[in-house]
T-cell receptor
Framework: ETGVTQTPRHLVMGMTNKKSLKCEQH?????MYWYKQSAKKPLELMFV???????ENNSVPSRFSPECPNSSHLFLHLHTLQPEDSALYLC??????????????FGNGTRLTVT | AQKITQTQPGMFVQEKEAVTLDCTYD???????LFWYKQPSSGEMIFLIY??????QNATEGRYSLNFQKARKSANLVISASQLGDSAMYFC???????????FGTGTSLTVIP
């Protein structure tokens, strides 16, 4: 298996549920990211991890909780979400945070619907 | 102010023709990188091409080329010999040397007509 893998592909959850999104990268990268993609809006950066340490947290509500147990895995724990949180959640990795020409490599995303 | 502006919400191109997707950016950093991504309906963002701010030549990758005009702060993507499989959303992005994040535009939806 290569690249960046996200599970599940689709998730429907109620506002009181707790669920987790999983991301795994097989590229040997040191940086991992969570992005939120909503219709007609630019991708919104949520969290950045470098070597398992969180380096960016863009004013994301506490109902989103990231976890990076190692440089290959990234989780996004969800609880008491709101309907406006429905979106495509994309995980990405890059070689590191220093190499300017290192692109992001994305997973297929998790399509989240909050009912 | 928006860091990346893509003014074309939707574009149509005839198969086998060339198409240009516009992108302008805003930064005061002297060193930065510009990226283009393709997002088919499946959802995955696919990296296409990169241009560094100090690169003297326009980047090319197969049928993709980047028309980089530094003074105008524009980095337009040119797709030559369009194919039906090129139909997708296209996103322009920038990474500044001083920051940890990539800034994305709102995207352009490209439809290739047979």
């Amino acid at each position: 298996e290569t690249g960046v893998t996200q599970t599940p592909r689709h998730l429907v959850m109620g506002m009181t549920n707790k669920k987790s999104l999983k991301c795994e990268q097989h590229l040997g990268h040191n940086a991992m990211y969570w992005y939120k993609q909503s219709a007609k809006k630019p991708l919104e950066l949520m969290f950045v991890y470098s070597l398992e340490e969180r380096v960016e947290n863009n004013s994301v509500p506490s109902r989103f909780s990231p976890e990076c147990p190692n440089s290959s895995h990234l989780f996004l724990h969800l609880h008491t979400l709101q309907p406006e949180d429905s979106a495509l959640y994309l995980c990405a990795s890059s070689q590191d945070l220093m190499t300017q020409n290192s692109p992001l490599h994305f997973g297929n995303g998790t399509r989240l619907t909050v009912t | 102010a928006q860091k990346i502006t893509q003014t074309q919400p939707g574009m149509f191109v005839q198969e086998k023709e060339a198409v240009t997707l516009d992108c302008t950016y805003d930064t005061s950093d002297p060193s930065y990188g510009l990226f283009w991504y393709k997002q088919p309906s499946s959802g995955e963002m696919i990296f296409l091409i990169y241009q560094g701010s100090y690169d003297q030549q326009n980047a090319t990758e197969g049928r993709y080329s980047l028309n980089f005009q530094k003074a105008r702060k524009s980095a337009n993507l040119v797709i030559s010999a369009s194919q039906l499989g090129d139909s997708a959303m296209y996103f322009c992005a920038m990474r500044e040397d001083t920051g940890n994040q990539f800034y994305f535009g709102t995207g352009t939806s490209l439809t290739v007509i047979p």
